[in-house]
T-cell receptor, first 115, second 115 residues
Framework: GAGVSQSPSNKVTEKGKDVELRCDPISGHTALYWYRQSLGQGLEFLIYFQGNSAPDKSGLPSDRFSAERTGGSVSTLTIQRTQQEDSAVYLC?????????????FGPGTRLTVL | AQSVTQLGSHVSVSEGALVLLRCNYSSSVPPYLFWYVQYPNQGLQLLLKYTSAATLVKGINGFEAEFKKSETSFHLTKPSAHMSDAAEYFCAVSRSSGSARQLTFGSGTQLTVLP
């Protein structure tokens, strides 16, 4: 079946602009995660959604970052007033259920460049 | 708190030689452990995972890893390297209990396979 898809694959923006990154999880997966991969910080957890529960936002680096998940499926990560340090690859993952042993399946990522 | 240390940011092996990528973890609760591989410009693909069943875990592409609690290690091995194994490898840990579901990643090991 189809895997996790993300769009756009690449995004170039100017400092101070807002950006939206989209993630389509695997159909039927109830858990959805956002991670950020950057040269300086490696792979970092950002936010996690599980079904209709309140998301775990503990990894968001500042209040400029937010995410939502509509209808328990598609998720959008929004970064307001982008800064150069936001440049990174943003990865989305989904898993079948609640268990932390569940495999997380990753999308190809969105490469964000802030000029 | 959890953490993962991958010793050696770059490892080079000859084609046909043994591959050994090292991972040590720290976790306040029994961990679940994962190895992911990332090919250039792609997302992460699960190689194998340890979820408290057998301590020797076999994965895809001939890779395996052994969970050693006494050494807090989960090293990845493959008896004979192929050129197609050249990629970046990430070790990750998650909690087996509690509400947190996210993965904590190591800094990655870039594997080069020499002809």
């Amino acid at each position: 079946g189809a895997g996790v898809s993300q769009s756009p694959s690449n995004k170039v923006t100017e400092k101070g602009k807002d950006v939206e990154l989209r993630c389509d999880p695997i159909s039927g997966h109830t858990a959805l995660y956002w991670y950020r991969q950057s040269l300086g910080q490696g792979l970092e957890f950002l936010i996690y959604f599980q079904g209709n529960s309140a998301p775990d936002k503990s990894g968001l680096p500042s209040d400029r970052f937010s995410a939502e998940r509509t209808g328990g499926s598609v998720s959008t990560l929004t970064i307001q007033r982008t800064q150069q340090e936001d440049s990174a690859v943003y990865l989305c993952a989904s898993s079948q259920g609640l268990a932390s042993a569940d495999t997380q399946y990753f999308g190809p990522g969105t490469r964000l460049t802030v000029l | 708190a959890q953490s993962v240390t991958q010793l050696g940011s770059h490892v080079s092996v000859s084609e046909g030689a043994l591959v050994l990528l090292r991972c040590n973890y720290s976790s306040s609760v029994p961990p679940y452990l994962f190895w992911y591989v990332q090919y250039p410009n792609q997302g992460l693909q699960l190689l194998l995972k340890y979820t408290s069943a057998a301590t020797l875990v076999k994965g895809i592409n001939g890779f395996e890893a052994e969970f050693k609690k006494s050494e807090t290690s989960f090293h990845l091995t493959k008896p004979s390297a192929h050129m197609s194994d050249a990629a970046e490898y990430f070790c990750a840990v998650s909690r087996s209990s509690g509400s947190a579901r996210q993965l904590t990643f190591g800094s990655g090991t870039q594997l080069t396979v020499l002809p």
